[in-house]
Each structure stands twice: as C-alpha cells, then as structure tokens.
C-alpha cells in the first residue's frame, strides 16, 4: 500500500497526520501535534460523547445488570435467574408475545404492503404527484395522541364514522375496538395510517430509480402489468423492499404507543396486550424493574438477529 | 420529461387509455382524499359542532351548529397555552442541544478524525441496534438518578434535552454529509491560519445548511410526536407536553372540546411540514434509510 518511491520522511508524515486538516505553522514536535489536534478533536466530541455515556450507553449495561437484580426499597440484591422466571411463570407471558406476533403478521401485511402499493399507484400517475406525496405524509405529522383519538372516535360503535361507512355498503356493523378479535386488526388499521407516510416516500423514491427500458424489455417479451411489477419492479426495488421489512419488523414488535392509547393497553380480554406494554406495566405499575429489564433482555436477543441482518444489508446497499 | 414507468406511453397515449387513465386517476385522488385528509377534516369540523351533533349519527359533513367557542374553551380549560409553551420549550431546547453537539461530533468524526474515533462512531452506531423500548426502564433510572452528579432530572427540561443529544442516526447522516464537503477546501482554510472552529463556522456550517434543515425538522418534529418519554419523566402536569397533557386530560372534556384542542395541537406539526415539506421529503428520501 506505501509505494516505495516515497522518502522516510514522507511516509512518516503521511502516517502522523492522516488529515492534513490542522497543521498550519508546524512548530513544536510530531508529537506535541497530533497531541494538540487529538485534543481538539476530542473537544468537539465531548458533549456528544457524555450524553451517549449517561443515556445509552450505561443504561445499554444497566438493563444487562437488571434483568439479574431485585430492587427493594433502595437494596439492590442478585437474584440470578428469578426476574426471568417471573417473567416465564406470568399468565400474561404467552398471549404478549402471541399478541405482539399477531400485530406483527398484520402490520407486514398492512403496513408493508399498502405503501409500496400506494408509491406505485402515485407514481404511474402523470399528474398531481405533488398533492398525493403531500397527502400521504399528512397523518406522519400529526402528533400520535391526536391520530390515535381520531381514531377512537372513527372505531366508535355508537356515532363512529367507520360503522356508518360499513352501512353505506351494506356491511355488518362491527364493535372494532371492543371486540377481542378485531381490536388487534384495528389497531393495526390506525397504526398504520399514522405511520405509512414514510415508508411510501422511501418506495417512492426507490421507484424512480428504475430505468424504464426494463419495461420496454419486458413488454417486448410479451408481459402484462402484473408480470412487469413481478419481474421488474420488485427486484429492482428488492434491497429497499428487504430493509424495510426488516425495519418494519424491528418497530412492530416494539408497539407500544398506539395500543395504549387506544384501548388503554391491554385491550378487551388482554387482546392488546403486547410485550412492550407488559414491560411497561412491569416497570411503572408494579416497580418490579428487574422483571422488566429480563422480559426487555428477551425482546432484545430476539431483535439482534434482524438488527444484524439489517445493519449488513444496509453496509450492501452502501457499497 | 418523466421517465417511462411500468405502463408505457403507447397505452397511455390511445383514446381507451386516456380515458381509463383518468377514470383511474379521479378515483385514486378521490379515494386518497378521503382516506388522508378525511379524518383530520373531521377532526377541524367537529371542533365546531355542539354536543349533541359531535355524536350525532348520521355525522353532518358541514356543522349545522357553529360554535368556536369550543376552541377557545379547549384552550383554556385545558391550559394549552401552557402546554404548548412546554412543548415549544423543549423542543427548541431538544434541536438546540442537537445542534450543538451532534454537529460538533460529527464534524470531529469526519474532518478531525481523533484516536479512536471510529471505535466511538461505531458505540454510537450500536445503540441503533438495541431496541429502544428496551432502553426505556434504565434510562428512566438513570434519570431518576444520574451518576456521578447523583441529580434527578425528573420534571426538569434536561431529561428531554440531554438524552435527545443521543441521535446516532443524526450523527450519521451529518457526518456522511461532512464527508462530502472537499477536503481542499477544509485546506486551504487551515493553510490560511483558519482554526477547526472556525473553520466550522465559516465553511462547513454554510454549505452544510440542506442537512442542517433536515435534522432540524426531525428534531423538533420528534419531540412533538414523542409520548411514552415525557410522560415517564415529567409527571408534573404544568411541566407537561401537548401530548401528554391532553392525554391525561382527554377523559374529563366534553368531547368537541377535546376534538377542538386535538385540532390546535395538530396545527404546529402540520404548519411546519407544509412549509418545510420539500425539504422533509427530500432529506427523508436522501438518508431516511440507511441506519
């Protein structure tokens, strides 16, 4: 990598000073340089550098450290495996995590789906683009205690806008919100109003990359819309398409918000019960932090393996 | 001027083309429409209703009784004044301190380049690998109770503003975006006698002012959409966001008061992507991705 041709002197200065950035009147040593600038440097980073120590990175360890502790009236004591089997033992363990599953399944369905449809449909239109964007991303902007109150009000059996809706087509009327098997599906309806906007732009703009003589090319060959979307736009778009799903999984299964203030967490039946709630209800209603800190350790392990996958995907698309 | 797209010009071009076209068209604007802008239209209109014709089946598409008292009513009822003076307050504070040291560490990690500062990026980078629900319990410990300074930032600014500083996504993106600017530029400065700070201030804040606009908006956008946070660390009801604020209220209101009050607290996030909306879609589309 060092060409030969280059004279001690430049190859150790090219080593010292990486970045010629500051090195203006070179006085004093080599040393006392790269110390100065080392200093400078790390004097920008310092502030960054102590927030991230005292909000991530200590509690990252902390949590580690909970999930095996019990804390009582201030006494902080090991307690090994216990926290975990609490966490095991509670009845509310398994319909979490079915729940969480559950409002996973719908919302890749739903709200994977719909915005890759949705930038498809914007972007085969030749006019008014710029308002459907805008529409789109609308919902985005609202804070989540107003989208999810319109939502209450839209889900509501007696007056909600939803059920007359269904009438006007001649639809059952359904209880939404109240009902344990739709109140996870409604819940996912609203979530994914709120949050498709982003998703959609990202299609979007994924989309406009496509050079269109792969569809002349496809059309010569003889196929029809849906073979085109198969065979062109999808691998074309496949890269995004993959780190959003992944993206997407690793954000559902943290769904807090949205079930809590829409049927106050657990739902009708604990239908809506999901494991962030649970920690949630872990840590602030019971203070059993040791509880939620190893049920947060479990969700945790679980994600790794899609934050991984994410993280070297990403590092491809980069390259 | 467009390039082609899944259906061809060709089709698009004959009569029975141009005519599905349009029937296409008028209907995808129609059903967006409703779908997008419908709920929140609904949400503006029955702030103005009474009563009873906030709950009134079928719903009045235009209301028959005219009542904006209701949004001064939710105003004062429920103290959005003093709400939405926190919210601003910490979200101005929240982009402050972002700006001020994320810039800062990002411009350190791509121009000035310290001793283990790629050992430092990459912690920064991990915590976007740990789910932050999961991070939730201990940080709200660590507020409680900071070590080494042993304070409680409950109920103060400082527990928004401090941990908001933790954004490695805004690091990375400023400093991918420090990466672009041309090394002999940041040269010839420094060959001029110029120091990192000014060198900073005077070059690369100014052509960096695309991000710096993008980062902003998530920014401030991100406090005024947060909920779960404020509402762990500022129980104190004078000391809370919109969001939380309203929550906590939303129960004792009559309902077209409540709705009239969701409707101011809308207004701030909508007024700000309408203006800054080319901006936002750009930056979300330019690095929105990657993490």
């Known amino acids: ?319 | 001027m467009s390039t082609r797209t899944l259906i061809s010009p060709a089709q698009l071009a004959r009569p029975r083309g141009k005519a599905l076209y349009w029937v296409v068209f008028g209907l995808v604007v129609a059903l967006f429409t409703v779908v997008f802008l419908g709920p929140m239209y609904w949400m503006v209109s029955s702030g103005f209703k009474d009563t009873q014709e906030v709950v009134q089946t079928p719903p009045t598409l235009v209301p028959e009784s005219f009542q904006p008292d209701n949004y001064s009513q939710a105003w004062n009822v429920m103290d959005l004044a003093s709400l939405l003076g926190n919210t601003l307050f910490y979200a101005f504070g929240a982009l402050a301190f972002q700006l001020v040291f994320d810039v800062a560490a990002a411009y350190s990690l791509s121009k000035l380049r310290p001793v283990f500062g790629k050992a430092i990026l990459g912690l920064m980078l991990a915590t976007l690998m740990i789910p932050a629900t999961v991070l939730v319990v201990p940080q709200y410990l660590t507020v409680l109770d900071v070590p080494i300074f042993e304070r409680n930032l409950l109920n103060t600014p400082w527990a928004i503003w401090l941990p908001s500083v933790t954004n490695a996504f805004n690091i990375f993106l400023l400093k991918r975006f420090f990466d672009s600017i041309p090394r002999e530029l940041l040269d010839a400065a420094s060959m001029d006698g110029a120091s990192p700070m000014r060198t900073l201030r005077s070059i690369v804040l100014p052509i960096s002012r695309p991000i710096l606009g993008v980062v902003s908006i998530f920014a401030i956008v991100g406090v005024w959409k947060d909920f779960l946070w404020p509402m762990l660390t500022l129980p104190d009801p004078s000391k809370q966001t919109l969001n939380v604020g309203i929550y906590s209220l939303s129960n004792g209101v009559p309902m077209n008061v409540l709705i009239a009050a969701l409707t101011m607290a809308s207004l701030p996030t909508l007024v700000i992507f309408l203006i800054f909306q080319r901006n936002i879609m750009s930056g979300l589309t330019a690095g929105g991705l990657k993490g």
């Open chain 1, 1 to 319: 990598m060092s060409a030969p041709s280059l004279t001690p002197s430049k190859a150790a200065s090219a080593r010292h000073a990486q970045p010629p950035v500051d090195g203006p009147p070179r006085r004093g040593g080599a040393f006392g340089r790269s110390l100065k600038r080392n200093l400078t440097a790390h004097g920008f980073l310092i502030g960054a550098v102590l927030c991230f120590a005292f909000f991530s990175w200590y509690p990252m360890v902390r949590e580690f450290f909970l999930a095996f502790q019990k804390t009582d009236q201030g006494e902080v004591s090991w307690v090994g495996l216990e926290n975990l089997e609490t966490v095991f033992n509670d009845p509310a363990f398994w319909q979490a995590w079915r729940n969480t599953a559950l409002f996973t399944v719908l919302a890749l369905v739903l709200g994977f789906a719909v915005p890759f449809v949705v930038a498809i449909v914007i972007n085969e239109l030749r006019h008014g683009k710029g308002y459907l964007r805008l529409l789109v991303y609308l919902p985005v902007m609202l804070p989540p205690v107003a989208s999810v109150l319109l939502f209450k009000y839209l889900y509501d059996p007696g007056y909600g806008m939803l059920n007359e809706v269904f009438g006007f087509f001649g639809l059952p009327e359904q209880q939404w919100l109240q009902d344990p098997d739709l109140s996870m599906l409604s819940v996912v309806i609203a979530s994914t109003w709120m949050n498709m906007g982003g998703a959609a732009l990202i299609y979007l703009a994924a989309l406009q990359g496509i050079p269109g003589e792969l569809y002349e090319a496809a059309e010569l060959d003889g196929a029809g819309l849906l073979r085109k979307i198969w065979h062109v736009t999808i691998p074309q778009t496949r890269l995004i398409l993959s780190l959003m799903l992944l993206m997407q999984i690793i954000a559902t299964m943290q769904v807090f918000v949205e079930p809590f203030l829409l049927t106050g967490g657990a739902g009708p039946e604990g239908s809506t019960t999901t494991v962030v709630y649970l920690i949630y209800q872990y840590a602030f209603n019971f203070n059993n932090y040791g509880a939620a800190a190893a049920l947060g350790l479990l969700l945790l392990v679980l994600l790794a393996g899609f934050s991984a996958a994410y993280v070297k995907l990403s590092r491809a698309e980069d390259e």
